[in-house]
């Protein structure tokens, strides 16, 4: 590994050996990503994913501008190498499909007690990686055409169990060390929104903070605002309120491409995008969402989105089968009005990334069964006005007509492709896939 780090530093533009350069931690880089950008003066830190150079994961506090660590977790007791295997015995791709894994366990019953590599009576639990082999040899890969049955479900279910679990007590253990209630959470691992959900239910716990971010793109964030800290002595002072930081195409811009593409007799400008979206939802057309900058991390959050009408859980089949191509036991999400999410999820908090799953309230979930979980959980984004208008806006829209402040909303793209990011990307995928509209800009595309 040595030989080819250096292969690689040798084709960087500078020497490594410039006093310019900085080397940071990957956990600390992580775990900065998170806490300086939370809006917390003082808060619990957790860092966790496959490695990251000498550990897999960290458990810290942060103070200011400061973090101490207070326990490091060895690559060979990494959680994020135990969700990896688990996902590739299970058929899927390590690395890539967890999401997939989550969202599976759903349909099983789980029992962490089923894995006895794990020491669960330490403070902070333990992974014994020969034991993890040792019982993984003994299941039988699942091969990716193979039916998924109660017993691969069963699996995924204990899998995500012994996870939520091992974090809890990780929790449990920053909260006795620190007497504090408020936790900034990076790491790859934090994508597991259920986790996360498990932890704003726990007593001693009343704020969470998630890099919506939070894979290793996240360290880039981290380790500038490192160098900034010691270089300055303080901490960057921006509070990571929304997730849009990609590009952006301005109406005139799209208008050419449309012309271009000779698109013009499908396309009109709109007097209104948000509001005719809105009426388009309401009457059963599902649509491609693309306005202003594209969000950072891996959730569509209103920038590069497909939206649908929530309130029939036949919308869902018809969003997976004739637009995203994908598994029909995958849960989609709901975006909601910010001030008019709460009736529908036990203890309310702000959610902007989609990164926390909110146990629904009855009488209140029933209304959004296409964007809720089977296990009556919504992993919720909330919508403020000042950070994405547009979409705000057609929230609003579609509230008056529905008296539902929410949509279904997923990622602007189908299965095993990436997210749109360009008018070429959305045309593109707005024509192979079975969307019945495109709101782009400030233009109407049909078929």
């Given at each position: 590994?040595?030989?080819?780090t250096?292969?690689?530093?040798?084709?960087?533009?500078?020497?490594?050996?410039?006093?310019?350069?900085?080397?940071?931690?990957?956990?600390?880089?992580?775990?900065?990503s998170?806490?300086?950008?939370?809006?917390?003066?003082?808060?619990?830190?957790?860092?966790?994913?496959?490695?990251?150079?000498n550990?897999?994961?960290i458990?810290?506090?942060?103070?200011?501008?400061?973090?101490?660590?207070?326990?490091?977790?060895?690559?060979?007791?990494s959680?994020?190498?135990?969700?990896g295997?688990?996902?590739?015995?299970?058929?899927?791709?390590?690395?890539?499909?967890?999401g997939?894994?989550?969202g599976?366990?759903?349909?099983?019953?789980?029992d962490?007690?089923r894995f006895?590599?794990?020491?669960?009576?330490?403070?902070?639990?333990?992974?014994?990686?020969?034991?993890?082999?040792?019982?993984?040899?003994?299941?039988r890969p699942?091969?990716?055409?193979?039916?998924?049955?109660?017993?691969?479900?069963?699996?995924?279910?204990?899998?995500?169990?012994?996870f939520?679990?091992?974090?809890?007590?990780?929790?449990?253990?920053?909260?006795?060390?620190?007497?504090?209630?408020?936790?900034?959470?990076?790491?790859?691992?934090?994508?597991?929104?259920?986790?996360?959900?498990?932890?704003?239910?726990?007593?001693?716990?009343?704020?969470?903070?998630?890099?919506?971010?939070?894979?290793?793109?996240?360290?880039?964030?981290?380790?500038?605002?490192?160098?900034?800290h010691?270089?300055?002595?303080?901490?960057?002072?921006?509070?990571?309120?929304?997730?849009?930081?990609?590009?952006?195409?301005?109406?005139?811009?799209?208008?050419?491409?449309?012309?271009?593409?000779?698109?013009?007799?499908?396309?009109?400008?709109?007097?209104?995008?948000?509001?005719?979206?809105?009426?388009?939802?309401?009457?059963?057309?599902?649509?491609?969402?693309?306005?202003?900058?594209?969000e950072?991390?891996?959730?569509?959050?209103?920038?590069?989105?497909?939206?649908?009408?929530?309130r029939?859980?036949?919308?869902?089949?018809?969003?997976?089968?004739?637009?995203?191509?994908?598994?029909?036991?995958?849960?989609?999400?709901?975006?909601?009005?910010?001030?008019?999410f709460?009736?529908?999820?036990?203890?309310?908090?702000?959610?902007?990334?989609?990164?926390l799953?909110?146990?629904g309230?009855?009488?209140?979930?029933?209304?959004?069964p296409?964007?809720?979980?089977?296990?009556?959980?919504?992993?919720?984004?909330?919508?403020?006005?000042?950070?994405?208008?547009?979409?705000?806006?057609?929230?609003?829209?579609?509230?008056?007509?529905?008296?539902?402040?929410?949509?279904?909303?997923?990622?602007?793209?189908?299965?095993g492709?990436?997210?749109?990011?360009?008018?070429?990307?959305?045309?593109?995928?707005?024509?192979?896939?079975?969307?019945?509209?495109?709101?782009?800009?400030?233009?109407?595309?049909?078929?």
């Amino acid at each position: 590994r040595y030989h080819v780090t250096r292969h690689y530093m040798r084709q960087f533009p500078f020497d490594m050996k410039d006093k310019r350069v900085h080397f940071v931690n990957h956990h600390v880089a992580h775990a900065l990503s998170s806490f300086y950008f939370s809006g917390f003066e003082k808060a619990n830190v957790i860092s966790l994913d496959a490695s990251g150079g000498n550990e897999s994961g960290i458990l810290a506090v942060g103070d200011g501008g400061h973090l101490e660590i207070l326990h490091t977790i060895a690559n060979d007791s990494s959680w994020g190498v135990l969700y990896g295997l688990f996902t590739g015995v299970l058929g899927f791709r390590p690395h890539s499909d967890e999401g997939k894994v989550m969202g599976l366990a759903a349909y099983g019953r789980g029992d962490p007690e089923r894995f006895p590599f794990i020491d669960w009576s330490r403070e902070v639990p333990w992974i014994d990686r020969e034991g993890m082999k040792r019982f993984l040899a003994k299941l039988r890969p699942r091969e990716p055409y193979e039916p998924l049955t109660q017993e691969h479900k069963d699996l995924a279910a204990t899998l995500q169990a012994a996870f939520e679990r091992g974090v809890l007590q990780m929790a449990r253990f920053l909260r006795k060390k620190t007497g504090l209630t408020s936790f900034a959470i990076g790491g790859g691992c934090a994508l597991n929104c259920s986790t996360n959900g498990r932890l704003l239910y726990q007593d001693g716990i009343e704020r969470i903070f998630v890099q919506p971010a939070a894979h290793d793109a996240s360290t880039a964030l981290g380790a500038a605002a490192w160098v900034h800290h010691q270089k300055t002595g303080e901490r960057p002072r921006t509070t990571l309120c929304h997730a849009y930081w990609g590009p952006s195409y301005a109406s005139d811009e799209i208008g050419a491409f449309l012309k271009k593409a000779k698109l013009m007799h499908k396309a009109r400008r709109a007097e209104n995008v948000s509001r005719e979206t809105a009426q388009r939802l309401s009457n059963g057309q599902v649509g491609g969402w693309f306005q202003g900058r594209m969000e950072v991390g891996p959730r569509a959050l209103g920038g590069r989105s497909i939206l649908a009408d929530p309130r029939t859980l036949t919308m869902k089949d018809t969003v997976n089968n004739e637009v995203k191509g994908r598994e029909p036991w995958r849960p989609f999400a709901p975006s909601f009005l910010a001030e008019a999410f709460a009736p529908y999820v036990e203890r309310p908090h702000p959610s902007p990334f989609m990164i926390l799953a909110f146990r629904g309230q009855e009488g209140f979930i029933e209304k959004i069964p296409a964007a809720a979980h089977v296990d009556k959980t919504i992993r919720v984004q909330t919508v403020e006005r000042d950070a994405n208008p547009p979409y705000w806006e057609m929230l609003s829209e579609f509230s008056r007509l529905t008296n539902i402040p929410a949509v279904l909303n997923t990622s602007f793209n189908v299965a095993g492709q990436p997210i749109v990011c360009t008018p070429f990307d959305a045309v593109s995928t707005f024509f192979a896939s079975g969307l019945d509209f495109l709101a782009i800009g400030d233009w109407i595309v049909e078929k």
